[in-house]
């Protein structure tokens, strides 16, 4: 099957819009760093709203940004008329954005929708869309969290589920992979940093689990 035939937007009318326009509380810490080691033109990765996009401009960084879903890509456009923010609609795997275009990228929630075959795409983007030295995080879903232990979801592949849930991400690929897996996809960075996370609900029930990556471009 071809790669952009598994490829699916997030539906934004269903999603919980106001959770998803306040930055993730890494994007603080990966705007000082970036900012203490000089770099300026930031990738927004599969942008959704593009929370990210706006908090990095709003900083003083040139951004690049794209989604797969034309709602968000349209709602970005009209926020960021005033700001260094060019947005557009694209698909992951092959992004419509020049060679060593961006020093820095952010990537929040988006790689693990991909199958087998795609996140070797996704990783070549990456290093593709980097300058020398080069810096990326990202996420990807833990093989040893529900969605890929207990959910039932149906399989793409032997790491790839289907999400099943109502909402935003219904029907959307979820690549689910262990420790070993996420450090031979990216082999061609170094690899900064692996952290393990779990995502509690109120009442303390696991939800979620992922590896956070902080990786650079040799
Ligand atoms: C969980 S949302 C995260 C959005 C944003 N990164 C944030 O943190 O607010 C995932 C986003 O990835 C986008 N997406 C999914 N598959 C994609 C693909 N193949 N190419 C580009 N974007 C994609 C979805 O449309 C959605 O906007």
Same mark, same amino acid.
């Given at each position: 099957?071809?790669?952009?035939?598994?490829?699916?937007?997030? $539906?934004?009318?269903?999603? $919980?819009?106001?959770?998803?326009?306040?930055?993730?509380?890494?994007?603080?810490?990966?705007?000082?760093?970036?900012?203490?080691?000089?770099?300026?033109?930031?990738?927004?990765?599969?942008?959704?709203?593009?929370?990210?996009?706006?908090?990095?401009?709003?900083?003083?960084?040139?951004?690049?940004?794209?989604?797969?879903?034309?709602?968000?890509?349209?709602? %970005?456009?009209?926020?960021?008329?005033?700001?260094?923010?060019?947005?557009?609609?694209?698909?992951?795997?092959?992004?419509?954005?020049?060679?060593?275009?961006?020093?820095?990228?952010?990537?929040?929630?988006?790689?693990?929708?991909?199958?087998?075959?795609?996140?070797?795409?996704?990783?070549?983007?990456?290093?593709?869309?980097? $300058?020398?030295?080069?810096?990326?995080?990202?996420?990807?879903?833990?093989?040893?969290?529900?969605?890929?232990?207990?959910?039932?979801?149906?399989? %793409?592949?032997?790491?790839?589920?289907?999400?099943?849930?109502? *909402?935003?991400?219904?029907?959307?690929?979820?690549?689910?992979?262990?420790?070993?897996?996420?450090?031979?996809?990216?082999?061609?960075?170094? #690899?900064?940093?692996?952290?393990?996370? #779990?995502?509690?609900? *109120?009442? %303390?029930?696991?939800?979620?689990?992922?590896?956070?990556?902080? *990786?650079?471009?040799?």
């Amino acid at each position: 099957m071809e790669i952009e035939k598994i490829s699916k937007a997030w $539906d934004w009318s269903k999603a $919980d819009a106001p959770a998803w326009l306040e930055p993730a509380k890494e994007a603080f810490y990966l705007l000082e760093r970036w900012k203490k080691q000089g770099k300026s033109r930031f990738m927004d990765y599969g942008c959704g709203l593009g929370r990210h996009s706006l908090f990095f401009a709003q900083h003083g960084f040139s951004v690049k940004a794209f989604d797969l879903s034309r709602e968000a890509v349209k709602e %970005l456009q009209t926020k960021a008329t005033s700001l260094p923010i060019e947005v557009k609609y694209s698909d992951m795997h092959h992004v419509d954005y020049e060679d060593a275009c961006v020093d820095c990228l952010l990537a929040y929630h988006v790689v693990s929708h991909t199958n087998e075959e795609g996140i070797r795409l996704v990783a070549k983007e990456i290093y593709r869309l980097l $300058d020398h030295d080069g810096e990326f995080y990202l996420d990807l879903c833990d093989q040893s969290g529900w969605m890929f232990t207990k959910s039932g979801y149906p399989h %793409l592949d032997k790491s790839t589920v289907i999400s099943q849930e109502e *909402g935003p991400e219904f029907g959307i690929p979820h690549l689910c992979v262990t420790k070993e897996m996420a450090k031979e996809i990216f082999a061609d960075f170094d #690899i900064l940093e692996i952290e393990e996370r #779990i995502t509690y609900d *109120g009442d %303390l029930r696991e939800r979620y689990r992922h590896f956070w990556i902080l *990786g650079k471009k040799r």
